[in-house]
Structure formats: C-alpha cells, structure tokens
C-alpha cells in the first residue's frame, strides 16, 4: 500500500514573480530567537555560518525587511518581521496540518482503491476528533487493520453508513437537555435491527479562550457582546449543531454573534485562530485548547460513538478495531486527552438505548 503525505507551507512571491519557501528558514529563525546566536542555530542544523546567513538574507532580499536584530553585547534575536514569519508558518500547519492529514489519508485510499491494493480495509467515515485519530494510529501502528478514513460532518457519516459506503461512522451526541433534538438527526438512517452503536469516549466541548482570560468570558452568554470576536465550526457539524441549540436555549440569536458566519473544519483549527489572535472566543473539545495553550471553560459533556453493521461485527474488518477499542493500551491513550473518558470505550450499546442516553450493554438490553 502506498502512503501519502501533505503538507502545509507559505511561499513569498516578490513583484518580479520570484517565489521563496519559508520551511527551511522558520526552523533556522525559532534556533535563533531560542539560542541568540546563529552560529550556535546554524550549527544545530549542521549548517556553515555563511550558508545560514545566505539563507536568512534571500529571504530579507524578498520580503523587503531585516530578519534579525543585531544588538551589541547581546548576541542576536528576531526583529518584529522575524518573529512574524515564524508565527506565520506554524498559524499554517497549526490551522491545516489536520485538513491536510485527513486530505491525504482520502487521496491514498482513493489511490490504492485503484491500485487494487485496499481490500480489506476498515472504511471509516467520522467526525473529527481526537480520539478517532488515536484509533487510525493505534489501528496502523499494531498492524491489526488497513485504514480508509474520511473525516465528514455526523450527520454525512451516518448516511453513509445506511448507504453501505462505510463501516463505521463517527457521530456525536450531547448529553442533557438536547439529546433528543440531536439523536432525531441520526434515529431516521439507523435501523435498530440492522445496526448497533459502540461506545468510543465521553468527552467535554467547551469555550476556548487565550490564556488569563483577558476579556473577562464566564460563558455562552457573552457571545452576544459586541467586543467579542467568535470563531465557529462549519454549519452541519455536531458541534455547530449543539451550539445553535444551546444558544436558542439561553434566548440568544446566532445572527447577532460577531463572526458565527465563519467557519472552520476541525477543532484544531478553531484553537489556531483564537490562539494566533483572531478571535477572542472558540467552541470545540478540551485538547485542542490545551494543545494551543488557551482556557477552557466546560459547557457541555458528550458521548461520541461508531454505529455500525450489526451482523459482521465479530469479523475482519470490524472484529480487530473493536479488539483495539477494548485494549487496556488504547484506552490508556484517550484516558490522557483532556476531558476524554474512555471507560465505556469499546461498549457495544443497541442504537435505541444509546440514542437515548444510556450506556447499555448490547447483551444487557436483550
């Protein structure tokens, strides 16, 4: 099976066309502002002093502006532009890397698929999350199944799943008060004879925010403020979904909140933008905060679930991934992502019980 890789990058383009990648000197830039010394930077790079200067001076000869601020008796550090630059190329992967891992996994599965070399693969269609992509790791790095992931909205997933155009999809569900409202979306494509639901992990979503908390958030409500800047999650999205409801709950309108227009596709995504500045107020799950350095308040709690085929369940493909789901080491692994818990992980629930809410063993419920 083939592999395939993508990865973000910016590129400066001066006015007479010329282009210049900032990958191989953001690296060089982070070794000088923590070292002070691009001796010291270019030797970690094993690089010539004169090469790293050469390297540093293109990209100044580009972008018009010096890189490095030279200070008598104090080595050297990044000037404004240079401190610039580097958050600027980790703004990109930080707010791509994942659309463009998930973008990549698609495109070799397609390519094997074509190549004949993708039977037997788990083909999974789910919403983002990060337990789902310790699964596909834990999946790859055992060996115990070949993976086909596409990371689509809940709702997509699940119609897939009736479609027989996956095996598993990854959907999400709030527990309280709009479970209901947000089961009644799935209820119509799963069939509760034909299929059943396994437990992945119980997790928080929550309200991003930049470390201190400098405007003061305590919750839902001050989304309405007019000095609040919001960052929102792509309209058909579980997450999208549960805030709107939330939202209307507290009696606030979603058309008065100032960016819920935008929209991002992971949650990753959404703490990059806070995080970098653009936004003082994100809804998403507890790691990707913590990843990106923010506050969290917790706002609701949620179980997370694959539905999937009732009758092949005890065989390959299906049978390795729920061994993997029950290992003490998988459940290990979502156990130290913040706010996840994995203690029904790998639970077989019949679809009616775990729409309803109640963790209820597939063998209890007969």
């Known amino acids: 099976m083939i592999q395939i890789d993508c990865k973000a990058q910016l590129v400066v383009v001066d006015s007479a066309g010329r282009e210049t990648s900032l990958t191989d000197v953001v690296p060089l830039l982070a070794l000088v502002d923590e070292t002070g010394s691009i001796a010291q930077a270019a030797a970690q790079k094993g690089l010539s002093y004169r090469h790293a200067w050469g390297m540093l001076r293109a990209i100044e000869e580009r972008l018009g502006g010096a890189l490095i601020a030279k200070a008598r008796g104090k080595g050297s550090a990044l000037s404004d532009l240079g401190q610039a630059v580097v958050r600027a190329q980790r703004l990109c992967a930080e707010r791509l890397d994942g659309n463009m891992q998930a973008l990549a996994s698609e495109v070799a599965s397609e390519l094997n698929r074509r190549l004949g070399q993708h039977g037997g693969a788990v083909r999974i269609q789910a919403s983002h999350g990060y337990a789902v992509a310790a699964l596909v790791t834990a999946l790859v790095a055992r060996d115990a199944a070949s993976v086909d992931i596409k990371y689509r909205d809940s709702a997509e997933a699940v119609t897939a799943l009736a479609r027989g155009e996956c095996d598993l999809a990854g959907f999400h569900l709030p527990r309280g008060a709009f479970r209901e409202k947000c089961a009644a979306v799935y209820r119509r494509w799963l069939d509760p004879q034909r299929h059943v639901l396994i437990h992945l992990t119980q997790r928080k979503q929550g309200l991003f925010l930049p470390k201190g908390n400098p405007k003061g958030i305590r919750g839902l409500n001050d989304l309405a403020r007019d000095d609040v800047r919001f960052v929102n999650r792509q309209p058909g999205s579980g997450t999208r979904m549960l805030l709107d409801l939330a939202l209307r709950g507290i009696g606030i309108d979603p058309e008065r909140i100032n960016g819920y227009a935008s929209a991002e596709l992971t949650h990753s995504a959404i703490a990059a933008f806070v995080a970098s500045g653009m936004a003082d107020l994100g809804f998403g799950v507890e790691p990707a905060a913590h990843h990106f350095g923010l506050d969290f308040i917790p706002i609701v709690d949620e179980d997370y679930y694959f539905a ?21 080491a998988f459940r290990a692994t979502v156990a130290h992502l913040a706010g996840y818990d994995p203690a029904h992980c790998g639970t077989i629930v019949d679809v009616t019980s775990g729409l309803r809410g109640a963790a209820v063993p597939e063998s209890a419920s007969r």
């Not at 092949?312 to 029950?326: I, S, Y």
């Open 308 to 328: 999937c085929e009732r009758a092949p369940l005890a065989t390959a493909p299906l049978a390795p991934v729920l061994q993997t789901l029950q290992s003490d």
